[in-house]
């Protein structure tokens, strides 16, 4: 529990602002003219996020042992390279983390 | 009476792929939720509630590493903001859609059924849409509820490597943007990652506000530069 407040709270909070930018575009018109800077800034949005959804937590959350985490997304990020399936990148990047763990 | 490839049937159909590719990644994110000692509700609730990919792990990071209610709405909200601009384009594209089935819709809006319903290239149904996206939700959500349940098997060291799914998947994602939109993708997600460390580590920053600091700056920055293809609206 952060702060004492329930999970679902967060969870219905996260449902909220997902939904709500959802909604916008098909009750609202004008979201399908926006100024090409702006449409550029939506669609570069996810990979801005994956960077800063990616470091420092693949670092920190393994402690003293934190290039077993760089090791895995090293891996998963070869496979992505080579096209092989999201699965495969997972498995693999989970398979090379856990033998660098047991070093 | 609607042509075949716009029933609910071809929906189903042409949802498929994008269902039995969910179904992994949610089974990852069910795996992250019992890592972090979450229940099995609060996992389930989550994608039955959420529907999003980076949005919900994002938004069950935050959660579990104490992020105040704030933090976590502006930061899922500003992650999930490309829905404004697809939801868009199939709004522009559905036609005699009203009321409830609208709103459905609406929440059903993800990256996967924008990329395929947009390739269809045509007016679209209320069926057809119902359709692809019905079963891409049944994917996501029966994926959480195996990939948590099947975590519980594992030994402890394994548990700890499943950590690295989360950071997987996203590096998986980036080498994908890398291969369709060229090496500039790597240069935004490198800007995003050194400031995100910076403001956590050397600022001592929170983690929901350092991360929409430093997306919206990486962004900024990245969309200077015109990208190669604008999709067509």
Same mark, same amino acid.
């Given at each position: 529990?952060?702060?004492?407040?329930?999970?679902?709270?967060?969870?219905?909070?996260?449902?909220?602002? !997902?939904?709500?930018?959802?909604?916008?575009?098909?009750?609202?018109?004008?979201?399908?003219?926006?100024?090409?800077?702006?449409?550029?800034?939506?669609?570069?949005?996810?990979?801005?996020?994956?960077?800063?959804?990616?470091?420092?937590?693949?670092? !920190?959350?393994?402690?003293?042992?934190?290039?077993?985490?760089?090791?895995?997304?090293?891996?998963?990020?070869?496979?992505?390279?080579?096209?092989?399936?999201?699965?495969?990148?997972?498995? !693999?990047?989970?398979?090379? !983390?856990?033998?660098?763990?047991?070093? | 009476?609607?042509?075949?490839?716009?029933?609910?049937?071809?929906?189903?159909?042409?949802?498929?792929?994008?269902?039995?590719?969910?179904?992994?990644?949610?089974?990852?994110?069910?795996?992250?939720?019992?890592?972090?000692?979450?229940?099995?509700?609060?996992?389930?609730?989550?994608?039955?509630?959420?529907?999003?990919?980076?949005?919900?792990?994002?938004?069950?990071?935050?959660?579990?590493?104490?992020?105040?209610?704030?933090?976590?709405?502006?930061?899922?909200?500003?992650?999930?903001?490309?829905?404004?601009?697809?939801?868009?384009?199939?709004?522009?594209?559905?036609?005699?859609?009203?009321?409830?089935?609208?709103?459905?819709?609406?929440?059903?809006?993800?990256?996967?059924?924008?990329?395929?319903?947009?390739?269809?290239?045509?007016?679209?149904?209320?069926?057809?849409?119902?359709?692809?996206?019905?079963?891409?939700?049944?994917?996501?959500?029966?994926?959480?509820?195996?990939?948590?349940?099947?975590?519980?098997?594992?030994?402890?060291?394994?548990?700890?490597?499943?950590?690295?799914?989360?950071?997987?998947?996203?590096?998986?994602?980036?080498?994908?943007?890398?291969?369709?939109?060229?090496?500039?993708?790597?240069?935004?997600?490198?800007?995003?990652?050194?400031?995100?460390?910076?403001?956590?580590?050397?600022?001592?920053?929170?983690?929901?506000?350092?991360?929409?600091?430093?997306?919206?700056?990486?962004?900024?920055?990245?969309?200077?530069?015109?990208?190669?293809?604008?999709?067509?609206?």
């Amino acid at each position: 529990m952060s702060h004492g407040i329930p999970f679902f709270v967060f969870i219905i909070v996260s449902a909220v602002a !997902t939904i709500v930018v959802r909604l916008i575009p098909y009750y609202l018109s004008g979201t399908d003219h926006m100024p090409p800077y702006l449409k550029r800034c939506m669609r570069l949005l996810p990979v801005a996020a994956i960077g800063a959804l990616i470091f420092p937590g693949v670092v !920190t959350d393994f402690g003293t042992q934190w290039y077993a985490g760089i090791a895995g997304i090293l891996a998963a990020a070869l496979l992505g390279l080579k096209k092989l399936p999201m699965i495969a990148s997972i498995v !693999t990047s989970i398979i090379v !983390t856990y033998l660098v763990l047991l070093i | 009476m609607e042509s075949d490839e716009l029933s609910f049937l071809g929906g189903l159909r042409d949802g498929f792929p994008i269902c039995v590719g969910y179904f992994p990644t949610a089974m990852a994110f069910g795996l992250v939720c019992r890592n972090d000692s979450l229940k099995l509700w609060d996992a389930a609730l989550f994608s039955l509630t959420n529907f999003a990919g980076s949005g919900q792990f994002l938004a069950e990071s935050l959660l579990t590493s104490g992020a105040m209610i704030a933090e976590l709405a502006i930061s899922v909200f500003l992650v999930n903001l490309r829905y404004l601009f697809m939801g868009a384009v199939i709004n522009a594209n559905l036609t005699g859609v009203h009321g409830i089935r609208r709103f459905f819709i609406a929440f059903g809006t993800t990256d996967e059924v924008f990329s395929v319903s947009v390739l269809k290239g045509r007016l679209l149904t209320g069926s057809y849409m119902t359709g692809l996206q019905l079963i891409s939700y049944l994917g996501w959500c029966s994926g959480t509820i195996v990939g948590f349940l099947i975590g519980s098997l594992l030994p402890y060291e394994l548990q700890l490597a499943v950590g690295v799914t989360l950071y997987a998947m996203f590096s998986s994602l980036l080498s994908g943007a890398i291969l369709t939109d060229g090496p500039w993708m790597l240069v935004i997600a490198a800007v995003s990652a050194a400031t995100n460390s910076l403001l956590v580590r050397g600022v001592g920053l929170g983690t929901g506000w350092a991360f929409v600091i430093s997306m919206l700056s990486a962004t900024g920055i990245g969309a200077l530069r015109p990208t190669t293809e604008e999709i067509a609206s």
